[in-house]
């Protein structure tokens, strides 16, 4: 079986460790990600006011995470048979030169194009950090090197909203993608000086790339139809039909193509595996319900409650924090009681964040608004972490990569679905106070019109997020350790 010629030859776990540089390097990239997360979500409303398109923003979010989704499982695969450092150098590239475009953009429909660029170099990231973290230490050993990994997002709970406030409201909502350059650096000399690793035996079978365009194709096509039915054009008409038709026949034949192709991007063992199919559902539904929040708490807590951007930020923060706060402590509770036990807790923090995030109104303090944020953040933490770390203990090495960019896949179609729903129903909403009239700019839309169309966002949020119970009690209590 191929191994990384860092292995762990003894058990000590740190950044001073004979690892620890390669931890180190993990860290560093996947900030990248982990700020890029928080930093923007406050940053919307300075955006939109210099760009314009209120009606477009979402797609600032979800053509990120769609381009994040459509690509993990490619790169999972070839990182399964080239090696994680160079997918991973290779996402870090992408993801630094559309930061740099993003910075440089002259309006809205360029950032969200430039913003596609930044999330096809995430798909390679996030997955690749995790699957290198798997590679290198033991499952016991995990559970102390996630809590170094969640670190990291700790970090970028406070670093990410704050700059993005402090960008927005006194400088340029452009450094937010300007200051990714010099940590991209970092990142990849770390990597390049300290991560060496053996390569995976050669395999001639051909790279899935039909199943990968099928995949993209459905994607895109079901992402629009979601996003601009019901405002470039009406739900029951013959370009909403044609477009979600697309989509649905481009996964439908996109599932037949993954059965017979030799080497399929997303193999269908995947979706049956009883430790990875609960673990991918868990990802997926918590990946709906928080990118949909993250996008639409700042816009509560400025445009309703009337806080700056950078108090937004700190209402955002709670759910950042409370994520990498569960992922330190998720280990001890899946070592001790069993990885049903963590996500099952996990699952009913989500729900109770959800019921409280509900009795938010217009007259509620921004502690009101940032609490529930705290206590969803800690569910997703315990209902996905523990799911990551039982994907990359179930199976080998030579699968790790597909096992471990599943989840993130997962987690990033998640993501879309949850932006583009979310988006329907708010651009619905304020669009039906108006008749079919022009709807006013962001900064200009009142109160008494986002705040019932965000708490019907925060209610189907909640409702989303109900299944979690059902994926707590499929959950495998132990993973063997391969």
């Known amino acids: 079986m191929p191994t990384s010629t860092t292995r762990p030859t003894r058990s000590s776990v740190g950044l001073r460790s004979e690892r620890g540089p390669i931890l180190l390097a993990v860290m560093v990239s996947l900030s990248l990600v982990a700020i890029d997360m928080t930093i923007l979500a406050t940053a919307v409303p300075s955006v939109v006011k210099d760009l314009g398109g209120f009606e477009q923003f979402p797609w600032l979010f979800s053509i990120y995470v769609l381009a994040t989704a459509v690509t993990t499982p490619l790169y999972a695969k070839v990182a399964d048979r080239l090696g994680r450092k160079p997918?991973?150098?290779?996402?870090?590239?992408?993801?630094?030169?559309?930061?740099?475009?993003?910075?440089?953009?002259?309006?809205?429909?360029?950032?969200?194009?430039?913003?596609?660029?930044?999330?096809?170099?995430?798909?390679?990231?996030?997955?690749?950090?995790?699957?290198?973290?798997?590679?290198?230490?033991?499952?016991?050993?995990?559970?102390?090197?996630?809590?170094?990994?969640?670190?990291?997002?700790?970090?970028?709970?406070?670093?990410?909203?704050?700059?993005?406030?402090?960008?927005?409201?006194?400088?340029?909502?452009?450094?937010?993608?300007?200051?990714?350059?010099?940590?991209?650096?970092?990142?990849?000399?770390?990597l390049r000086h300290f991560h060496e690793e053996r390569r995976a035996a050669a395999d001639d079978r051909a790279i899935d790339w039909a199943g990968a365009g099928l995949l993209t194709v459905g994607g895109i096509a079901l992402l629009l139809g979601l996003l601009e039915g019901g405002h470039a054009w009406a739900w029951a008409s013959w370009p909403s039909y044609l477009i979600f038709a697309v989509g649905i026949a481009a996964l439908v034949a996109f599932g037949f193509v993954e059965r017979r192709a030799a080497d399929p991007v997303l193999p269908p063992w995947v979706l049956g595996h009883r430790v990875l199919a609960p673990a991918n559902a868990a990802s997926l539904i918590v990946g709906v319900v928080m990118l949909g929040l993250t996008t639409y708490v700042p816009l509560y807590a400025q445009s309703v409650l009337g806080h700056s951007a950078l108090v937004a930020g700190f209402a955002l923060a709670g759910m950042s924090i409370g994520w990498p706060i569960a992922a330190a402590t998720a280990g001890r509770i899946y070592l001790s009681r069993g990885f049903r036990t963590a996500v099952g807790l996990g699952s009913l923090l989500v729900i109770v964040g959800g019921l409280v995030l509900i009795t938010v109104g217009e007259t509620s303090s921004i502690w009101h608004l940032a609490v529930p944020c705290f206590v969803l953040g800690l569910g997703f933490g315990w209902s996905?972490?523990?799911?990551?770390?039982?994907?990359?203990?179930?199976?080998?090495?030579?699968?790790?990569?597909?096992?471990?960019?599943?989840?993130?896949?997962?987690?990033?179609?998640?993501?879309?679905?949850?932006?583009?729903?979310?988006?329907?129903?708010?651009?619905?909403?304020?669009?039906?106070?108006?008749?079919?009239?022009?709807?006013?700019?962001?900064?200009?839309?009142p109160a008494d019109v986002l705040a019932p169309a965000l708490h019907v966002v925060f209610v189907v949020g909640l409702v989303v997020s109900l299944p979690l119970l059902l994926v707590a009690w499929r959950t495998p209590v132990r993973i063997r350790q391969d």
């Open 384 to 445: 996905v972490n523990p799911g990551i770390v039982a994907a990359g203990s179930a199976v080998d090495w030579e699968v790790r990569g597909v096992a471990t960019g599943s989840n993130m896949f997962a987690r990033s179609v998640g993501s879309a679905l949850g932006v583009a729903l979310f988006g329907a129903v708010a651009n619905g909403l304020v669009r039906r106070e108006y008749a079919g009239g022009e709807v006013p700019p962001l900064e200009a839309l």
């Open 87 to 190: 997918v991973m150098i290779a996402g870090i590239v992408a993801f630094l030169i559309g930061s740099l475009l993003c910075g440089l953009a002259w309006s809205l429909t360029a950032l969200i194009v430039f913003r596609a660029i930044q999330g096809i170099g995430a798909g390679a990231i996030q997955p690749m950090a995790m699957t290198i973290v798997s590679d290198i230490y033991t499952l016991e050993e995990r559970a102390v090197a996630t809590s170094y990994v969640a670190s990291v997002w700790a970090t970028a709970a406070i670093v990410g909203p704050t700059l993005g406030g402090l960008f927005a409201d006194y400088l340029d909502w452009r450094l937010i993608f300007l200051i990714n350059l010099p940590v991209g650096a970092v990142a990849l000399w770390l």
